[in-house]
């Protein structure tokens, strides 16, 4: 144990409540995060004489304090231990690495709302369903949602400009809101019935179109009542095909699958008896060697950000079981199980995600250890004490000086961190001056990295020859930065692959030859910062192109800018609308309407004489 600190004095005068612990090195950072259902009955568990893993006795021998943090449920508990592994990062807990963020499905809510697929911040007004495994699950659903309900899918802008019926009309797939072929509260029921049966509510849902049948063929629609029966039969087939033990599916399938301390965590999902697919995670396990373990965290993790179905199946026992389970039931306001011996179809599922998880395993430390002999190379090449755990590589892009992007890509020991990926517009430079822009973008990361003490790189790979490599090197020794190992990629003879030549801080040229695993790591690094370049540089031109459409037109100022946009959804929306509907944009008056047209149309310039009481741009 930790000299100088007594953990079961410690624990002793703890409460019996809820809580989460924190246990600190001596020189205060942080190495554990754990949850309690009483803080003093598990802190004290630490401290006792029952034996425990070598990694646990590793991490109890640097303890030099504790802190706790009382809670007022179990739940809470489980959420505030969540936060903390992911914004303090421990040194010895278990923590879920997923870079990606999850698919949704999303609903608007507007007169006539969309269905579509969305990512990243839930900006959108609307209610998300989800996540979704993969892709390709929420792909199925949006497909099965126009087949069923026949929602939109189009975007606003080309919903507004439509003045006829598109091919998704024409197919049976959409019911043509946009040219008022359905009535507001018959598409109204029908977003409704879609939300119930993404909701998991098909059983309340077949009743309700049960009932709207027989009340159609009392008051003779028969057409109706014909288009309800069809949809009823299309609601039980689809359930039919996946059901569980002869019930509705709402089930997650967890298998853990280990080799040392590498680890794969499968999930197969089921919702309203749909199979959504699986998706693979590779938890960061700190050294934990434990699969029990790996999963318990990967539950306790993961559930905290998505909503737990009502059954998670497990592949084995878990840690804090009756703890977790406790917590999720409350967090999600419903009743969430945890088992994990089970038998029937379950345990087939079982069986499928375990053997998954297996092979997904072993392709991953395939890839990892390649990763391995390549970072291994190029440490060689370098003349480096180690593999670099941290390699960037900066690139510029541009057309013919316009929209000058520069982008900044970073790889560890596993392959790219996508989260720290970052682009850097480039402005008050000559244009097409790649030095330039090089030696801007280059001191814009690494101020700030002196100023507040962040992470610094191993290797900085330069996509260049001399000249960027000259700016990079100066613009680090002006911020007194040294410890940054320097490569310039220079591109081979006719920009062909596998003969790039690497201009080294000495000032020697290799060229390492299409078979080096050294040079193959620099190409990957090197080809991502090229495609994420490229990728910033595309939107900002695009951008910067569209938005100077309206700005050329005299009369044409932020505040009628801003309205066009919003009133048709983008310059794209605006340029397939007519004068007339231009007109009617408040704020736009005829003559105006007619300059805005012929300027989107190439048919006038697009300065004329600004109208009287015109708004003027500014």
């Known amino acids: 144990m930790a000299t100088g600190f007594d953990g079961k004095e410690y624990a002793a005068g703890l409460s019996t409540a809820p809580g989460v612990y924190r246990m600190y090195a001596a020189d205060d950072s942080l190495l554990y995060v754990g949850k309690a259902g009483a ?16 990694r646990t006795y590793a991490m109890l021998a640097q303890v030099a304090r504790m802190d706790v943090t009382v809670t007022r449920t179990e739940g809470e508990a489980l959420l505030l231990e969540n936060q903390l592994i992911k914004s303090l990062t421990p040194r010895f807990n278990v923590s879920l690495r997923d870079d990606k963020s999850y698919p949704y499905v999303l609903l608007t809510t507007e007169q006539w709302p969309r269905i579509a697929m969305h990512r990243g911040p839930r900006a959108v ?70 939300a119930l049966f993404l909701d998991g509510r098909s059983d309340e849902l077949t009743a309700e179109l049960g009932t709207a049948m027989e009340a159609a063929s009392a008051r003779l629609d028969f057409e109706q009542a014909a288009r309800l029966r069809d949809l009823i039969g299309s609601l039980r087939s689809m359930q039919s095909r996946q059901y569980v033990d002869g019930r509705a599916a709402d089930l997650d399938v967890l298998a853990c699958a280990m080799q040392g301390t590498g680890a794969c965590v499968l999930l197969l999902a089921f919702r309203d008896g749909r199979n959504l697919g699986t998706r693979s995670f590779f ?16 539950v306790s993790q993961y559930y905290a950000e998505q909503t737990p179905p009502q059954e998670i199946v497990l592949d084995r026992e878990i840690p804090d079981a009756a703890l977790i389970e406790t917590a999720l039931s409350a967090a999600a306001e419903r009743k969430v199980q945890l088992k994990w011996n089970v038998r029937g179809e379950r345990a087939g599922y079982l069986q499928l995600a375990t053997r998954n998880a297996e092979i997904t395993l072993a392709s991953e430390l395939s890839s990892r250890n390649a990763q391995q002999v390549r970072s291994e190379a190029l440490r060689d090449l370098l003349g480096l004490s180690e593999p670099a755990k941290r390699v ?33 517009n480039i402005t008050g430079i000559e244009p097409g001056d790649d030095y330039a822009a090089m030696r801007q973008a ?15 790189p191993e290797v900085l790979l330069i996509d260049g020859g001399a000249g960027q490599l000259t700016q990079a090197r100066s613009a680090l020794a002006e911020l007194g930065v040294d410890s940054v190992t320097l490569v310039g ?5 006719e920009r062909r692959a596998g003969h790039e030549t690497l201009i080294l801080a000495d000032g020697r040229e290799v060229r390492p030859g299409a078979a080096s695993p050294a040079l193959q790591l620099v190409q990957q690094v090197r080809d991502e910062a090229h495609r994420f370049a490229i990728t910033g540089h595309r939107g900002k031109r695009q951008k910067a192109r569209m938005t100077s459409k309206l700005e050329d037109i005299a009369g044409i100022g932020p505040r009628r800018r801003s309205s066009l946009l919003k009133h048709f959804g983008g310059i794209v929306g605006l340029k397939a609308a007519g004068i007339d509907e231009i007109a009617r944009v408040d704020g736009i008056n005829a003559a105006l309407a007619e300059r805005i047209y012929a300027n989107l149309h190439g048919l006038a310039p697009a300065v004329a004489p600004p109208a009287a009481g015109s708004e003027q741009g500014s």
Not at 39 to 54: D, E
Not at 126 to 136: A, D, I, L, S
Not at 140 to 164: A, G, H, P, W, Y
Not at 442 to 456: H, K, N, Q, S, W
Request: charged letters at 25%.
């Open 283 to 298: 938890p960061k396990t700190n050294g934990e060697d434990s699969a029990a373990e790996v999963l318990s965290a990967f």
């Open 489 to 493: 990629v220079a591109k081979g003879e």
């Open 442 to 456: 280059i001191e814009r990361r690494f101020r700030r990295a002196v100023e507040e003490g962040g992470v610094l």
């Open 39 to 54: 803080l003093r009955k598990r802190v004290a568990s630490y401290f006792s004489n029952t034996p425990k893993s070598p």
């Open 125 to 194: 007004p609307g209610r998300y369903f989800g996540p979704y495994p993969g892709v390709g699950a929420v792909r199925d659903t949006l497909n099965l949602m126009q087949k069923l309900f026949k929602i939109r899918n189009c975007e606003d802008s080309v919903f507004r400009n439509r003045t006829r019926p598109c091919l998704q009309h024409q197919i049976g797939r959409c019911s043509a809101p946009c040219v008022g072929l359905v009535q507001v509260p018959d598409y109204a029921d029908s977003v409704r019935r879609a």
């Open 392 to 424: 960037e590589c900066f690139d510029i892009s541009h057309t013919m000086g316009e929209a000058t992007v520069a982008s900044c890509v970073v790889f560890d020991a596993n392959g790219p961190l996508r989260s720290q990926y970052r682009r850097y």
